[in-house]
């Protein structure tokens, strides 16, 4: 009897200790890497660009490559360094690297929450559903924009400092309305104008804002409806700073969704002169044979005849992994 009731309680007292002890880290340090999609477009929309190929990130060791809502690229020799935000307010680093034959190798994966003003995690996601990225070219600064507490934040990059390692600070923006819940500051995007930087804003719910960045004030100047019913505003990214007094070629991605047709995506070649944005040309429309899913962020970088483009996905599938489609496109 007494045996028994010392299992018996022994057996109690650890399982009171596992339901109540700390998550395990991983063994190992997360990687990602990149499994080929099926599926091309034979029939593009511009002739001046070519679908390269798309990717599903499988992400090992961690659990939070999801939700990626923007991304920034730029190059490192032969290798691309990549920055994604997510919807859960984490920016994602990897590494595109080719294999040699056609693909990336597989990448050492870092996430990182973003700070809040105090230098901590946000609590709830209503505070952590960041949307847009951008930025500065010069400083290195990161711009994010929010979309269920409404606001920009600034992660600045003095010296060696990771910028998203550092307390954000949220911009006093004056000038802007308040927008539709879930409808907000979707996209956004760093312009240099003799008169002074400013961030672009794209709404997903419609309209575009000029944000100055010296005196943080915004004011709405004259764009494009979006493509067509359903389609709303998710990314925008300046193509090139070359001079600024010649206006801005910008990148916008739009998306689409309903339950029976599914998901569908339109990118357009947008360009910036004084208040007005203008559509130059439609450039991919992603749709079947095209793997589709939620695109909602684009960026490019200059090659020698171009520039490559690449869209990533806040998947709509169960199992959350995002997508990333790759282009060229030759101006």
């Not at 990314?235 to 001079?243: E, K, N, T, W």
Request: proline residues 8%; aromatic residues 10%.
């Amino acid at each position: 009897m007494m045996k028994t009731s010392t299992s018996i309680f022994l057996g109690l007292a650890l399982l009171a200790t596992s339901v109540h002890a700390e998550p395990l880290p991983y063994l190992q340090k997360p990687t990602v890497s990149f499994r080929a999609l099926k599926g091309s477009d034979p029939k593009p929309v511009n002739p001046k660009v070519r679908y390269v190929g798309g990717y599903e990130l499988v992400a090992k060791g961690t659990s939070e490559l999801v939700g990626l809502s923007d991304l920034h690229i730029f190059s490192d020799g032969d290798t691309l360094k990549v920055e994604a935000v997510s919807d859960f307010g984490t920016m994602a680093q990897f590494d595109l690297k080719p294999d040699g034959k056609g693909g990336y190798l597989d990448s050492p994966l870092e996430i990182d929450p973003l700070l809040d003003s105090d230098g901590k995690r946000f609590a709830y996601k209503t505070e952590a559903d960041s949307e847009g990225m951008t930025v500065d070219p010069l400083r290195g600064d990161r711009y994010v924009s929010f979309e269920g507490h409404q606001r920009v934040m600034k992660f600045a990059a003095p010296g060696k400092v990771v910028p998203w390692k550092r307390a954000g600070e949220t911009l006093p923006l004056g000038g802007l309305p308040s927008f539709p819940p879930n409808l907000g500051m979707e996209a956004v995007t760093y312009i240099q104008e003799p008169k002074g930087d400013a961030l672009l804003i794209g709404v997903e719910g419609g309209g575009f804002w000029r944000c100055g960045l010296a005196l943080n004030t915004c004011t709405e100047i004259h764009g494009p409806a979006t493509p067509g019913f359903l389609y709303m505003m998710t990314s925008l990214a300046v193509v090139d700073y070359g001079d600024p007094r010649r206006g801005h070629d910008i990148l916008g991605l739009y998306r689409y969704y309903d339950p029976i047709t599914g998901p569908r995506n339109i990118l357009r070649l947008l360009h910036l002169e004084g208040d007005t944005l203008t559509v130059v040309s439609d450039m991919v429309k992603i749709t079947p044979p095209l793997p589709v899913d939620n695109f909602e962020g684009v960026a490019s970088v200059k090659t020698a005849t171009g520039y490559r483009v690449f869209l990533v996905s806040d998947s709509v599938k169960a199992d959350g992994m995002s997508k990333l489609l790759v282009f060229d496109w030759t101006p």
